[in-house]
């Protein structure tokens, strides 16, 4: 089946978010959860006007929140004529029914959120399928209250992707499909892996990291390409690979999918073949935000998506970047690095402090990166040590 997309109503659709805070003192970490669940939804086209955040023992099995505070959002909602509550964990089948029963409006979970914006952000024919693939996984549970959606509107955030008017509910139906698409990826994957064969026996690199932290405007800088760069989250979910020469040695550089808090593990399973670059990476560069308030908890966010695909004990290098973007005081050791003060002190030849944007310190990343990219070309070359 052909994924369908809509353009996004010309009138910004209005949207509260919701948050819970399980254990105490995690409300912080909540609240910079509802924060990037904002900019998810501003990505998505949507206009985030209010945030409710809760401090629960334990989610409510049947509201998520409790009967008190959904009553304040359903008040809310009236008032302010919202058009969708988003709540920032993925909410089971009945919670959807509940929730939305009681409201009257729409309701996403920030797994149904991050698929909608896969949806438009899928370029090629590889990643449509990926994301229709990760749709319907996400759908089949919710297969009753998501076709009378459907049916009911079309083109908002949430309603981009698989079916339409007619009544396709039936599971056999939908199994089908996934089982199609995944004949699919499976094929793919074998055209992928014969590509990276071919390519030869340069060295490989790819560029991991959290969504948006500028792992493509590096890639465009030391590959002299024009991949495409937006400050947002997700740009790129296609794996481009590009060819890198620094000095007289030649590797191969590939810029992935960004991770993110609670991506789903469904997603990542149909995004194998793009994380496949990864995996069979020779060196990582973990590329980080370093000017994100939260950039620590981004750290540990890909080191854990790293360690599910299978690529935790790959050799990996550090790109503390964005550093233009620090203040602070400068110190004799720090100097060319403003604002470094703020940074955590990573020593060594495995990390660096960058921006990418203003070309600071780019030399010296490429001059390390240059002495790493050898040292595996000879130990697995050692016969072509005339190169260097």
Same mark, same amino acid.
């Given at each position: 089946m052909t994924m369908r997309y809509y353009q996004t109503q010309t009138e910004q659709e209005r949207v509260v978010l919701v948050g819970v805070a399980i254990k105490p003192g995690k409300k912080k970490e909540t609240d910079a959860h509802l924060k990037e669940l904002a900019l998810l939804t501003e990505t998505a086209g949507a206009k985030p006007v209010k945030s409710f955040i809760q401090q629960l023992s334990g989610l409510n099995p049947a509201t998520f929140v409790g009967k008190g505070m959904l009553e304040d959002i359903k008040n809310y909602v009236k008032e302010n004529q919202i058009d969708t509550v988003i709540f920032d964990d993925e909410l089971s089948p009945?919670? /959807?029914?509940n929730i939305e029963k009681k409201l009257d409006c729409k309701? !996403? %979970? *920030? @797994?149904? #959120? &991050? #698929? %909608? &914006?896969?949806?438009?952000? $899928? *370029? @090629? $024919?590889? $990643?449509?399928?990926? =994301?229709?693939?990760?749709?319907?996984?996400?759908?089949?549970p919710r297969l009753t209250r998501m076709w @009378?959606? /459907?049916?009911?509107?079309?083109?908002? &955030?949430? +309603?981009r992707g698989p079916g339409e008017t007619e009544i396709e509910t039936d599971r056999r139906i939908i199994r089908d499909k996934v089982a199609r698409l995944k004949k699919q990826l499976v094929r793919i994957d074998r055209q992928k892996?014969?590509? *990276?064969?071919?390519?030869?026996?340069? =060295?490989? =690199?790819?560029? =991991?990291?959290?969504?948006?932290?500028?792992?493509?405007? !590096?890639?465009? +800088?030391?590959?002299?390409?024009?991949a495409v760069v937006e400050d947002k989250l997700f740009a790129t979910l296609d794996t481009m690979v590009r060819k890198v020469v620094i000095k007289n040695l030649p590797f191969l550089l590939a810029d992935t999918v960004g991770f993110i808090h609670k991506l789903p593990h469904f997603l990542v399973e149909s995004f194998k073949a793009t994380l496949d670059e990864v995996r069979e990476a020779d060196l990582l560069l973990h590329v980080i935000d370093i000017s994100h308030p %939260?950039?620590?908890a981004q750290i540990r966010v890909v080191d854990a998506t790293l360690k599910e695909i299978g690529a935790g004990n790959k050799p990996l290098f550090t790109v503390f970047n964005k550093i233009d973007l620090l203040t602070g005081t400068e110190t004799e050791e720090d100097r060319g690095n403003p604002g470094i003060l703020a940074a955590p002190r990573l020593k060594g030849e495995t990390s660096i402090y960058i921006s990418a944007k203003e070309k600071m310190n780019i030399n010296i990343l490429q001059q390390k990166l240059y002495t790493q990219v050898k040292e595996i070309h000879i130990t697995r070359y050692p016969y072509d040590d005339f190169l260097y």
């Open positions: 009945s919670q /959807l029914r309701i !996403l %979970d *920030r @797994t149904h #959120l &991050i #698929l %909608d &914006i896969f949806a438009t952000r $899928a *370029r @090629t $024919a590889h $990643a449509r399928i990926q =994301v229709e693939l990760a749709q319907y996984q996400y759908l089949l @009378t959606h /459907l049916e009911r509107q079309e083109g908002a &955030i949430g +309603l892996s014969t590509q *990276r064969m071919n390519r030869g026996k340069l =060295v490989r =690199v790819a560029l =991991v990291g959290y969504t948006n932290a500028g792992k493509s405007t !590096l890639l465009n +800088l030391l590959s002299k390409s024009h %939260d950039y620590e």
